[in-house]
């Protein structure tokens, strides 16, 4: 994916309809984030978080603002942590600033949003299709508001804590 799509300006809807269309907005939303990045994901595809290029663009977003925050919100932790090792990796490194907690049910959802502004969100059961916008506060506040819901009830994994995540 080009740079035409910027993050807090660029406020054209539009679908992608592969994995790799997938991957890199996922990737873009993430290089491009300043502040937060909230990832909804049952267990953590490995095709979608675990490139080096996504774990380099946490790692920069981590590095450049000392209050920025990386919330994961998975549902299947062991399948996670087999998918995304270096994530796992990486917030053993931050726990203060990326957190990982386990929901206590499956949905069939994906989503991911940057700076309460850019989001991709896939429906599980439609393919690989998921609606993106890179500036769209209203959807983007409306899924953080759903993934704060779960996560508030959502504990910390206790194999996690030990782990300091």
Do not use: C
């Amino acid at each position: 994916m080009d740079s035409e799509y910027i993050l807090g300006e660029t406020s054209d809807d539009f679908q992608v309809s592969d994995l790799a269309a997938g991957q890199s907005v996922i990737l873009e939303l993430a290089q491009q984030a300043r502040t937060s990045l909230h990832i909804f994901d049952r267990d953590l595809s490995g095709e979608l978080f675990n490139s080096s290029a996504f774990i380099n663009s946490l790692r920069q977003l981590l590095a450049t603002n000392r209050h920025a925050s990386i919330k994961l919100l998975v549902s299947d932790i062991e399948r996670a942590r087999r998918h995304a090792p270096q994530l796992f990796q990486l917030s053993r490194r931050s726990p203060s600033h990326m957190q990982i907690r386990q929901s206590d049910r499956a949905y069939h959802h994906v989503f991911v949003v940057a700076d309460a502004s850019g989001y991709l969100d896939h429906r599980m059961g439609s393919g690989h299709e998921a609606e993106v916008n890179f500036n769209h506060p209203a959807q983007a506040a409306s899924l953080i508001d759903f993934f704060t819901s779960i996560w508030n009830h959502s504990p910390v994994p206790a194999d996690a804590q030990g782990l300091s995540l």
